[in-house]
């Protein structure tokens, strides 16, 4: 699966108020972005943290390697992709790479682009 990451619309480096999909502006983290894509409903990401959180019991679902509980033994890909999407402290290009290298053991392609950041109600 390829996956379009509009800069313009991605929530990143804030890891104090990081959602799947933020209500106040509309912008969503890697995983909203992903969760989108795969046509989770907005209303299961809506300020969601996390995507086993968010998934519900609706069709379609978050892939395994997301929708699973927080193991805190384990560092999983999920919340590798957690830490580095919100951590402040690092740079965009270096973000992106680490990301980039995350999505594509689980067969999604990134691809981040400059956008506009989405219309909000």
Known sequence: ??????RGEWLRGDKDNSYL???SDGLRCCLGILGRALSIPDSDMEDEGE???????????WPDWLATPVNWDTLTDEQRVIRIND????????????LTTIFARHDVELAFVDGPAPEWP
């Open 21 to 23: 999909l933020r209500s």
């Open 1 to 6: 699966m390829k996956l379009e990451i509009n």
């Open 51 to 61: 995507p086993w959180r968010g998934s519900g019991d609706t069709e379609p679902v």
């Open 87 to 98: 951590d402040p402290a690092i740079s965009d290009e270096w973000r992106e790479k680490e």
